[in-house]
């Protein structure tokens, strides 16, 4: 089931990444845009905890991570839109960010304590060689 979610998610990114080119380069300003799509997201967010009810984390090493997430979205949103905005191919950008992939398989090995196998770590190395050919 996370390969169907997964893949419905990369839909909704690539258009959602479309829209920002285009809202960037009819001159609306990345934070107002992102600042748009963040605050609607928040309300989204908040109608579903509540529906829900999930736990909301309180314990300050928890919060401490997510004020980190929040910085670190923060700035890659903004740097990821002005990219899209002004990259001759929207895609370009979108591929190079999408290499977080890799970054977070090899991470999680040492981090998370993630296995991998020598063909998965040959496909990170060939996502990273594609996106080189893509962008070059």
């Not at 748009?36 to 309300?43: D, K, Q, S, T």
């Not at 919060?63 to 990219?83: D, E, F, K, P, Q």
């Amino acid at each position: 089931m996370w390969q169907l979610w997964a893949a419905t998610a990369m839909a909704c990114f690539a258009v959602m990444q479309l829209l920002f080119a285009a809202l960037v380069r009819r001159g609306i300003d990345v934070a107002a845009v992102l600042l748009y799509v963040f605050g609607v997201g928040a309300l989204f967010y908040l109608i579903h905890v509540r529906a829900t009810r999930a736990g909301v984390p309180r314990a300050p090493r928890e919060l401490a991570m997510l004020v980190a997430a929040a910085a670190l979205s923060y700035i890659g949103n903004w740097l990821l839109v002005r990219a899209v905005a002004t990259a001759p191919n929207p895609g370009y950008p979108v591929a190079i960010s999408g290499l977080q992939a890799a970054l977070v398989t090899l991470a999680s090995v040492a981090v998370l304590g993630a296995t991998l196998s020598w063909s998965k770590a040959a496909g990170v190395a060939l996502c990273a060689i594609g996106v080189t050919l893509l962008v070059r």
